[in-house]
């Protein structure tokens, strides 16, 4: 059977945003558009086998752990069809690099799941959502594509190093001193990167979250100047299963700070140091007794951490 559909599964943003006049792109409401408006205002489709399903309507601040649930459970339906050449997720871009690393670790996929959002709302003047989703599709259809990954302005990126890193700017995303994997160049795909890795080793992790009811709850703290062990002491008192500290530099915490999770780490938490630094990594290991992040951000050190302690 040839593998030439691709599935839109979307989930809202500022891609499927409306304003009451095409000069304002700030006053509009993430999460207005239907997928088919989406797609309709996307020419050249025609060469293309599209199926759409709206997987839910949300800006993607509000993003949740059902979401993310139903999410998976249409990907893995999709992923597991023969003639599905790849998936493409509409999405905000808020929270665009969490949900994508969610599905990365989730499924680590042999075929293409492709990100597609907009810093613009679909009422926009110059609207950016159109040509990202037509680039997103583009990236989908690619023979041999796999992995999860985000394309904006052109540029593909990995969801192990995506990140949103200006506001307000249509070249929103970066991949830190990984780099892009391509360039979406007039409808076509120059690579300078490999795909994301692909593997087995996921399968555990879609499991688990198929059975989800209750989430592990896994909390953020950040060190910063005057850092104290309030946050951390509160959160332990309610019982939290998880910690990612977002440490200064290396990884670094106050000592009030780090004296809170040391403290929290016996009473049986787990704590995970990562950095708040936009690019690099933490080096050297366990640290004080607290763990690095193996290169994850902070947002994505919380997944990784919440789906090890997923049961
Ligand atoms: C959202 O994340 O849903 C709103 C902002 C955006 O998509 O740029």
């Not at 989406?38 to 993607?60: K, R, W």
């Not at 977002?246 to 106050?254: D, E, I, K, M, R």
Request: hydrophobic share 50%; net charge negative; aromatic share 6%.
């Amino acid at each position: 059977m040839t593998r030439n559909k691709i599935v839109v599964l979307a989930t809202g943003g500022t891609i499927a945003g409306t304003a009451a006049n095409a000069h304002d792109t700030l006053g509009y409401s993430a999460a207005q558009l239907g997928v088919e408006d989406l797609l309709s205002s996307v020419p050249g489709l025609d060469g293309f086998d599209v199926t759409a399903e709206q997987v839910a309507q949300v800006d993607s601040k509000d993003m949740s752990f059902e979401i993310w649930r139903d999410l998976a459970l249409r990907c893995a339906h999709w992923l597991a069809q023969t003639e599905v050449q790849g998936i493409v997720v509409t999405h905000g871009t808020d929270t665009l690099e969490e949900t994508a690393y969610f599905l990365q670790a989730v499924f680590a996929p042999s075929k293409p799941i492709v990100f597609a959002c907009a810093m613009r709302p679909a009422t926009a003047l110059l609207a950016d959502g159109p040509q990202n989703l037509a680039d997103a599709i583009a990236v989908a259809a690619t023979p041999g594509a796999r992995g999860v990954m985000a394309v904006c302005a052109s540029q593909v990126h990995a969801a192990l190093n995506v990140a949103k890193r200006h506001p307000y700017l249509l070249d929103a995303f970066e991949s830190g001193e990984a780099g892009p994997i391509a360039f979406v160049e007039n409808g076509q795909l120059r690579q300078v990167n490999d795909w994301p890795a692909a593997g087995d080793g996921a399968v555990e992790n879609f499991k688990k979250v198929e059975r989800a009811v209750l989430w592990p709850r896994v909390e953020i703290v950040m060190n910063y100047a005057g850092a104290s062990a309030a946050t951390v002491d509160a959160l332990v008192a309610q019982g939290v299963d998880g910690i990612v500290a977002a440490g200064t530099g290396n990884g670094t915490l106050h000592n009030q700070l780090a004296a809170a999770l040391l403290r929290a780490k016996s009473a049986g938490v787990q704590v995970i140091r990562s950095t708040r630094c936009a690019q690099g990594r933490v080096l050297g290991g366990v640290d004080g007794g607290l763990p690095d992040s193996a290169g994850l951000s902070p947002v994505k050190a919380r997944i990784a951490l919440m789906l090890t302690l997923m049961r």
